[in-house]
């Protein structure tokens, strides 16, 4: 009896030993699985970021204010936007008072943040395609230098910031990829908008739910391989391994990261409606200027947040 009780113990342990521990697969029904750390609220990664540029405003200073001064000479600044004081006229003409230099301040400012993001030529897509690639390696080369040391030299952030180019881009160029059902749910939406196709609101609803779902899968992927970005600048680092290396810090959490990723943008729209739109109604010929370094200064400043949740998530 002793010896028969023994076996079946080690059958039991042995079956135990060979189960395959529970795994979560991404887009499969299975039992929720909770990591076992968890990450700081948003607002407390916002405050330190905050923290990191005020006590470093020394470099970034001359991050912004280099890639500022080429944004204007070699994207020849925002030239495309020459009407926006006749446009401001027109709106303050049709609505009295108040309420017609805050309809004034709305379509300057959106009129001027399109043109930032839009480059008014080809060419000039180009410069700023590069100058904005130039400028997130210096900002993560800085920040990896400022967490690892304290400390960094501007001349070392110029100089040695570009040694992982070819891998960064290829990175970029997965990321973009990613992007793509994004583009076509927003491509498709406008189309059946604009052209009439889809009148009746179940039309309307329907095509909304698709371009949602496509953005949800995008944002999704993204969630990941943003990180993927600051994990290849290391050296010796692929784009696959940093890749795959990104999928495994989200591991369990990809919602809750996406959900500190999403507080970013709203944070920085709000902070810039309160600081540009006055500007935009009181002070309209500069604020194509100050609407350009804002822009700058979110990216750099967006590179600082996701690196202070990426930090969270080693």
């Known amino acids: ?49 905050c923290r990191l540029f005020w006590d470093n ?50 379509t300057v400012l959106s009129i001027l943040s399109g043109s930032v993001v839009s480059a008014s030529s080809d060419v000039a897509g180009v410069y700023q395609t590069i100058l904005l690639i130039l400028m997130s390696l210096a900002t993560i080369y800085a920040l990896r230098k400022i967490h690892a040391k304290g400390s960094v030299n501007v001349h070392e952030v110029f100089y040695n910031s570009t040694y992982p180019l070819v891998p960064f881009l290829l990175t970029l160029f997965v990321v973009g990829l990613q992007l793509i059902p994004l583009a076509i749910g927003g491509w498709l939406f406008s189309t059946v908008t604009v052209a ?65 990723l999403l507080f970013l943008p709203f944070a920085l729209l709000i902070i810039g409606a309160v600081v540009l739109l006055p500007i935009a109604i009181l002070i309209t010929p500069i604020a194509e200027y100050v609407v350009l370094l804002y822009f700058l200064l979110s990216v750099l400043f967006s590179y600082g947040y996701v690196y202070e949740l990426y930090r969270e998530l080693l």
Request: hydrophobic share 45%.
């Open 57 to 106: 405003r020394r470099v970034f200073s001359w991050v912004i204010g280099l890639f500022f001064v080429l944004t204007i000479v070699f994207v020849q600044g925002l030239q495309a936007t020459n009407e926006v004081d006749e446009i401001k006229l027109i709106i303050e003409d049709l609505f009295d008072g108040a309420t017609g230099q805050f309809f004034a301040g709305i």
């Open 196 to 260: 009439g196709l889809a009148i009746h609101p179940v039309e309307q609803l329907m095509w909304a739910t698709i371009f949602f779902l496509l953005a949800v899968l995008s944002l999704y992927m993204i969630t990941s391989s943003i990180f993927a970005l600051y994990i290849v600048t290391l050296p010796d680092m692929r784009p696959m391994q940093s890749l795959r290396s990104a999928r495994k810090l989200v591991r369990l959490r990809r919602w809750e990261v996406l959900r500190k």
């Open 1 to 49: 009896m002793t010896k028969t009780k023994q076996n079946k113990a080690n059958v039991s342990q042995t079956r135990t030993i060979k189960q395959k521990p529970k795994t979560y697969k991404s887009f499969r029904l299975s039992k929720k699985l909770k990591h076992p750390s968890t990450l700081p609220k948003a607002r407390n990664m916002f405050t330190q970021t």
